[in-house]
């Protein structure tokens, strides 16, 4: 090959990356936004892989704290505990008062049967937000994982004051059960048929 059509090729080639490949450096905050949108939409009509795939694609240094939550999300989903655990402290570092990725670690912790750390993440989701009603209740879990139904009640009637949902009023009625409280239990039962 001789010069001329060496540096032809070189030109050509230049060409082709700059428009046809997305290098990090290529990728506007527009093209983040874009990206970030239709992964999100996959995301939430259950394509995760694609959505997965998309959101790989990102530069790492454009990823956001919402971005690293969905990432973990779907590695949880996929039953990568440990990628999903990476995600998470990753949008931690973003912010460090994310309450979801504590929240998320929380939960992690709990399929992997470590109380005492689900109960320190969900206790510091309960820091940063203290009107996420989900972080009181796998609180209240924990503690009745531990038995402890006193504390577990308080976390339980927290969650009910933010969000009336039936998982909740379950579990209270059921740790007054636990306390002996049976009319107690009757009630929270009857006060949720209402709300129905």
């Known amino acids: 090959m001789n010069f001329k059509k060496y540096v032809l090729f070189l030109i050509i080639f230049a060409i082709f990356n700059t428009f046809c490949v997305k290098s990090e450096e290529f990728y506007t905050q527009k093209d983040v936004y874009d ?10 009509t259950s394509q995760k892989d694609e959505a997965l795939e998309i959101l790989n694609k990102i530069p790492k240094k454009s990823l956001t704290e919402e971005m690293y939550l969905v990432i973990a999300n779907i590695y949880e989903d996929k039953k990568d505990y440990n990628n ?19 929240y998320n670690l929380g939960l992690l912790a709990l399929k992997k049967n470590d109380n005492e750390l689900a109960k320190t993440n969900f206790k510091k989701s309960i820091k940063f937000n203290r009107d996420f009603a989900y972080s009181y209740y796998n609180l209240g879990i924990c503690y009745l994982n531990e038995k402890d139904y006193k504390s577990a009640k308080t976390n339980f009637i927290k969650a009910i004051n933010l969000e009336p949902n039936k998982d909740f009023y379950y579990n209270l009625a059921y740790t007054y059960k636990q306390l002996g409280k049976e009319e107690n239990a009757k009630k929270i039962l009857e006060a949720y048929e209402k709300l129905k």
């Not at 970030?36 to 939430?44: D, E, I, V």
């Not at 999903?84 to 504590?102: F, G």
């Open 84 to 102: 999903a655990y990476k995600n998470l402290n990753t949008a931690i570092q973003i912010n460090p008062k994310s309450y979801k990725a504590y």
């Open 35 to 44: 990206a970030k949108t239709q992964a999100f939409a996959l995301y939430n």
